[in-house]
């Protein structure tokens, strides 16, 4: 039973324009949210995090929102370049463990 | 820091075949997480060691599966014997260990592609 879901499998979206990437988890006791970006052949590297406590934090050009009683987290990328071109993971955290999600692979269009 | 190694990065084997994973993590690091990443269910974490000792490893598939992180600088992941069904990315990932208990932001390795024919 999946915990943490990504619905979209895949993206893509127009450089410059904004890129909405979307979570859904079903365990209400998580606090801590993440999201990590990956490449091709490479590790996943972390991107942003959110606490419970917060329902926004932003770093730059991403914006991660958490809606909790929807239990649904979404990152917005604005504006997407093509560097941002990856799979990107969601992850949540309620103990000391972090569940993934299956991933979305965005693809950012020059 | 050269972050969190590991070997080999690519593995083919054949069913039946032991196959060992290495992963050194980053220096200072008290936390060590072995993970697993497929298609169907993206990356589940199969065990993680607190200063060396293995904390959980509800995770792990099968007997077939053991770890062990035997100082604070090497970790290895065992499948014996291997199956098709165990082909997969398998990452290493380490972290700090936050003042109020528990890991820090984990950082990953590059990942062992295991293919088992």
């Known amino acids: 039973d999946q915990q943490v879901k990504q619905n979209s499998p895949s993206l893509s979206v127009q450089e410059g324009r904004i890129s909405i990437l979307n979570c859904d988890y079903t365990n209400s006791m998580f606090d801590y949210f993440l999201w990590y970006k990956k490449y091709p052949a490479e590790g996943p590297t972390f991107l942003i995090s959110?606490?419970?406590?917060?329902d926004k934090n932003e770093d730059g050009r991403f914006t991660v929102f958490l809606n909790k009683s929807a239990k649904h987290l979404s990152l917005h990328i604005v504006p997407s370049q093509p560097g941002d071109s990856a799979v990107y993971f969601c992850?949540?955290?309620?103990?000391?463990?972090?569940?993934f999600g299956t991933g979305t692979r965005l693809k950012v269009l020059a | 820091d050269a972050g969190v190694i590991q070997s080999p990065r690519h593995e083919v084997t054949e069913m039946g075949q032991e196959v060992t994973l290495r992963c050194k993590p980053i220096?200072?690091?008290?936390?060590l997480f072995w993970y697993r990443q497929t298609m169907m269910r993206g990356l589940e974490l199969l065990i993680y060691f607190n200063n060396n000792v293995p904390i959980d490893d509800s995770g792990m598939p099968e007997d077939r599966f053991s770890a062990k992180m035997p100082n604070a600088s090497f970790s290895t992941l065992k499948i014996q014997p291997s199956e098709p069904r165990d082909s997969a990315v398998y990452f290493c990932?380490?972290?700090?260990?936050?003042?109020?208990?528990?890991?820090?932001?984990?950082?990953f390795g590059p990942g062992t592609r295991l293919t088992v024919l």
């Open positions: 992850a949540a955290s309620g103990t000391y463990k972090y569940i």
């Open positions: 990932a380490s972290s700090r260990a936050l003042l109020a208990g528990g890991p820090d932001t984990q950082y």
């Open positions: 220096s200072g690091h008290d936390y």
């Open positions: 959110i606490s419970s406590i917060k």
